[in-house]
């Protein structure tokens, strides 16, 4: 099975070094010298990693083949992508691969079906989940402790204590009665309600 586990930002430097921006919490285990790694689009690789070293809290990687900063400069935003044992397990056993959470149903605590994970969103604060619900509508759950309080694979769930609002069709409902009605008094808030 395939993982991405980074996409290549801008040449550093004038000899081959690229930016990187991680996407695995293993890097030193996927993106280690001598790591081979499909791309996409496929056309830029395969890769083969040569050196790897941080600088700045960044991490930058240099490809065998890639001299200068011309040659680093087009593979800039290429997914890095690795071949993994879908069978394989993170290290950490409160980690989890996106393969491992797709399509497990989402239930609240109290056992209330909320959708199916449908995506998970890696965002530099935190990961999402982009939930399906059975009305066909989305909603965006943060991928956190304090909501998702247990991944259960064994059941194919992931348990939420969401809190109000989050999921509450009723809340949505009102906020949205609330941002028509101050529209209409001219409150004198920009056009962020979306009073467009």
Known sequence: ????????????????????????????????????????????????????????????LRFEGVRDRTAAEALRNTLLIAEV?????????????DHQLMDLDVVTTDGVEVGRITEISHLPSQDLFIVERPDGSEVMIPFVEEIVTEIDLEEQRA?????????????????????????????????????A
Do not use: C, N, W
């Open 1 to 60: 099975m395939q993982l991405v586990v980074a996409r290549i930002g801008r040449a550093h430097g004038i000899k081959g070094e690229v930016t990187v921006e991680v996407r695995t919490d293993e890097p030193e285990l996927r993106l280690g010298p001598g790591a081979v790694l499909a791309t996409d689009p496929a056309s830029k690789g395969p890769l083969t990693i040569e050196t790897g070293r941080v600088h700045s809290g960044r991490l930058l």
């Open 85 to 97: 044992d879908p069978e394989e397990l993170p290290e950490d056993e409160d980690e989890f691969y």
């Open 159 to 195: 348990i939420i204590d969401p809190p109000p609002g989050l999921i509450d069709d009723r809340a949505e409902i009102a906020s949205s009665r609330d941002a028509d009605e101050g529209s209409d008094e001219d409150s004198g808030k920009g056009s962020e309600a979306g009073g």
